[in-house]
Structure formats: structure tokens, C-alpha cells
């Protein structure tokens, strides 16, 4: 069964930093410097997302959800990053969790076919509730060495890890049952019904992100890119941005992007992406 999800954006809701910034620090320092990041971030979400195949003699919905209606859907978000710095040395996370439930959905075709391939009946005249509950977590870990470290000029080299956890479910309550034939054989979808899954993915990254003044100005600019793989899995993200630099920390303005693409028709996750703007907080300690 496949969900997609179109977001318009999910407004400044969102707490949390991509490690980019928080990772990116200026001059070596033979102690150790610490810094954590809250931060709203504007994200824009586009996705499908797998069930799985149908069984035989039944079928499996394909949900759309209403793109202007996903901020009212926003029940929690709560994200984080941080670093550790000492010489050239770096170690760096970033935490984010989304919560979203929306009944502005509509269940638009049901997959009548047990075998493979699509045989889809349009449901667009069939009125009906529909609710759908998703459940994002993405961490992200890594070490590293600054291989260029300046008073104007920091860039790192590092390696670490992703992690995608997702939960996905829809519930529907049509006004009748839908019925199709395929090489012969009747199937049907009730006309209500639930279906949940769940996935983890794990995926291998390297990164490279910088820090560079701008003039003899309190301005800075930054960047953070990395691609992994994993679990029939890739994915990339990417983030640059502009901040300002005061005695006590940084505040920074990025745009960063989270694409994820599957391999693999086991897995929930087809594709999925986020992207938009972040606003941070940066706190130096």
C-alpha cells in the first residue's frame, strides 16, 4: 500500500539544528568547546511511502494528504544538535522528531492486483473519513578533523552515521466497499479498515562542512554536505547559510535538504524529502 505525502510547509514549528552549523566552529583551542543548537526550521515534506503489496483478494489504498492543512497537523516536533571541539578534533549529533496526524486526507485509488503491477480503481466518488498518523525520527552522528583552520577559515572532513525511524498509519471509513476484477479473479477493499508499518534504516555517511568569515565583520558564511548508503538505501543533505557571530554564541540563518531513496520495494520508504529554512540559536559553553 502506498501513502504519499505532499507538504506545503510545516511553518516554524520545528525546534532543532542540522549539525552543519553546530559543527562548523572557528580556531583550535587545546581544550575542549561545546556548543547546542535549538533552532525553528521551515520544512517543505514530499514523499511516498510503501505498505506493501496487497494480499490476494483484497487491495491496498493509495492516500493523498491535503498539502495546506499539513501545519494544522502538526502535534509535536522537537530537535536538537551539538558538538564537541578540542584542537582539530570534532564530535558532532543532531536529533529531530516529527510528529504529524491529519484527517484532511482522501483515499484516491485502491491496487486491486495480488500479483505484479498496478491495476488501480479511481475511489473519487466514494466520500469517507480518513486519518493518517506519521512519525519521523532522524539522527545523525559523526567525528571528524578539521583540515583547514584559520581565524577566517574552518573546513572538516567527517565520517559517522544516519538513522530514519518511521511510523506511518491510516485509518478509512468509506461511504461503500470497493470492488474490482483482475485476470479473472474479484477483489475487494473494505470499505474500513487500518493499516500501520514501521522501518529503520541505519546508513553510512562522509561530510564536509565550513566556516568562513565575511570581511572584518561579525558575518559569517556556512555549509554542510554528506551522502551515505545503506540497507539498499541513499541519501544526501545539504545545508548553507549565512550567521552572525557574538560573544556567547552565533545566530544562524540556513536553508537546509533531507532526500532519502530507496532501492529496494521492501522498505516503507520509497522517497522522501524535506527542505526549507532554519533559523538557530547557537550557545558556545
Known amino acids: ?17 542540522l549539525s552543519s552549523s553546530a559543527m562548523a566552529e572557528a580556531p583550535a583551542s587545546s581544550d ?14 514530499k514523499g511516498d511511502l510503501n505498505y506493501g503489496p496487497p494480499p490476494t483478494g483484497g487491495g491496498s489504498p493509495s492516500v493523498s494528504v491535503d498539502a495546506s492543512k499539513l501545519l494544522d497537523a502538526l502535534e509535536f516536533a522537537g530537535m536538537f544538535s551539538a558538538a564537541a571541539r578540542k584542537d582539530r578534533w570534532v564530535i558532532a549529533t543532531d536529533f529531530m522528531y516529527l510528529h504529524m496526524g491529519s484527517d484532511k486526507s482522501a483515499v484516491r485509488s485502491v491496487d486491486l492486483n495480488p500479483g ?47 538513522y530514519l525511524g518511521l511510523e506511518a ?55 554542510y554536505v554528506d551522502v551515505g548508503t545503506g540497507s539498499s ?10 550567521g552572525y557571530a557574538f560573544k556567547w554564541g552565533d545566530v544562524v540563518l540556513d536553508y537546509r535538504y533531507l532526500y ?3 532501492n529496494n520495494d521492501g522498505k516503507l520508504v520509497d522517497n522522501l524529502s524535506l527542505g526549507g529554512l532554519g533559523l538557530g540559536l547557537k550557545l558556545k559553553f
Open 169 to 223: 498509519k491510516t485509518d478509512w471509513n468509506l461511504a461503500a466497499t470497493v470492488t474490482g476484477t483482475h485476470s479473472g479473479r474479484t477483489a475487494t477493499f473494505a470499505r474500513s479498515g487500518s493499516v500501520t508499518q514501521k522501518d529503520d534504516i541505519w546508513t553510512a555517511l562522509i561530510a564536509s562542512q565550513g566556516r568562513f568569515i565575511l570581511g572584518e565583520t561579525p558575518w559569517f558564511a556556512n555549509y
Open 1 to 17: 500500500m502506498k501513502k504519499t505525502l505532499s507538504t506545503a510547509t510545516v511553518a516554524g514549528l520545528c525546534l532543532l539544528s
Open 233 to 242: 538505501m541513499f541519501t544526501w543533505q545539504g545545508t548553507a547559510g549565512v
Open 260 to 262: 532519502y531513496s530507496n
Open 116 to 162: 505484479p503491477g498496478r491495476v488501480n480503481v479511481s475511489t473519487s466518488s466514494l466520500t469517507g473519513d480518513v486519518n493518517v498518523d506519521f512519525k519521523g525520527t532522524v539522527w545523525t552522528m559523526g567525528g571528524g578533523y578539521s583540515i583547514v583552520q584559520t581565524p577566517k577559515m574552518n573546513i572538516d572532513v567527517l565520517a559517522g552515521f544516519r
Open 32 to 45: 575542549w568547546n561545546f556548543s547546542v543548537m535549538p533552532y525553528l526550521w521551515l520544512p517543505g515534506i
